[in-house]
Nanobody, 126 residues
Framework: QVQLVESGGGLVQAGGSLRLSCAAS????????MGWFRQAPGKEREFVAG????????DYSDFVKGRFTISRDNAKNTVYLQMNSLKPEDTGVYSC???????????????????WGQGTQVTVSS
């Protein structure tokens, strides 16, 4: 069993920054590919960013590319999402997810992920 716990969400003004963290337990993070998803009120959950188990590849949705950065620190069993130049449209519940498929490409489909955190709220005010 794998447990994922997000932290770092909060309220920030437009143009500001936040760094989300996702800590894993139950197995080492290096055995999982990781992704970040978000869900805005009234909308479907959508892919934000992902990183392969090796850290060799990352991928981002177009609406965050150039502003968000995903990274991992396997020694700390933690994945990060650095969010810069935040916009009100970035508001939502951000969840991290783990994928046991150790592929060399980033998976962007919700169905590809096996474990999910509880989510952390990010609110960007204008």
């Amino acid at each position: 069993q794998v447990q994922l716990v997000e932290s770092g969400g909060g309220l920030v003004q437009a143009g500001g920054s936040l760094r989300l963290s996702c800590a894993a337990s139950g197995r080492t993070l290096r055995s999982l590919a990781m992704g970040w998803f978000r869900q805005a009120p009234g909308k479907e959950r959508e892919f934000v960013a992902g990183i392969t188990w090796s850290g060799g590849k990352t991928d981002y949705s177009d609406f965050v590319k150039g502003r968000f950065t995903i990274s991992r620190d396997n020694a700390k069993n933690t994945v990060y999402l650095q969010m810069n130049s935040l916009k009100p449209e970035d508001t939502g519940v951000y969840s991290c997810a783990g994928d046991t498929n150790l592929a060399t490409i980033v998976h962007v489909r919700i169905s590809e992920y096996d474990y999910w955190g509880q989510g952390t709220q990010v609110t960007v005010s204008s």
